[in-house]
């Protein structure tokens, strides 16, 4: 069982910026290929960036490349979203999530096994 903790949400201005983290309880978290979420208040769950194993593969959704940066620190056992330039779009809860297929970088909720609590994130125009 793997448990996921995100931090780093918050209210901010458009334009502004903001760094999610999300720490892992598992001595296996550089097994896992990481990924980034959001929904929004009457949407579905949306894909936002994934990174590999060892993060030398990034994906991201179209509507955030240029502006959010997936990275993480296996040796901290975190994952972080670096946020820049937002927009009153990129309000949602974000959830970070682990996937044990390894040899994929997914962007389907589907293949995601584990699931954190979720941090709201809430930009202002």
């Known amino acids: 069982q793997v448990q996921l903790v995100e931090s780093g949400g918050g209210l901010v201005q458009a334009g502004g910026s903001l760094r999610l983290s999300c720490a892992a309880s598992?001595?296996?978290?550089?097994?896992?290929?990481m990924g980034w979420f959001r929904q929004a208040p009457g949407e579905e769950r949306e894909f936002v960036a994934a990174?590999?194993?060892?993060?030398?593969?990034?994906v991201y959704v179209d509507s955030v490349k240029g502006r959010f940066t997936v990275s993480r620190d296996n040796a901290k056992n975190t994952v972080y979203l670096q946020m820049n330039s937002l927009k009153p779009e990129d309000t949602a809860v974000y959830y970070c999530?682990?996937?044990?297929?390894?040899?994929?970088?997914?962007?389907?909720?589907?293949?995601?096994?584990?699931w954190g609590q979720g941090t709201q994130v809430t930009v202002s125009s």
């Open positions: 999530a682990a996937d044990s297929g390894y040899y994929r970088v997914s962007s389907d909720s589907s293949d995601y096994d584990y």
């Open positions: 598992t001595r296996t978290f550089s097994s896992y290929v």
């Open positions: 990174i590999s194993w060892k993060g030398g593969r990034m």
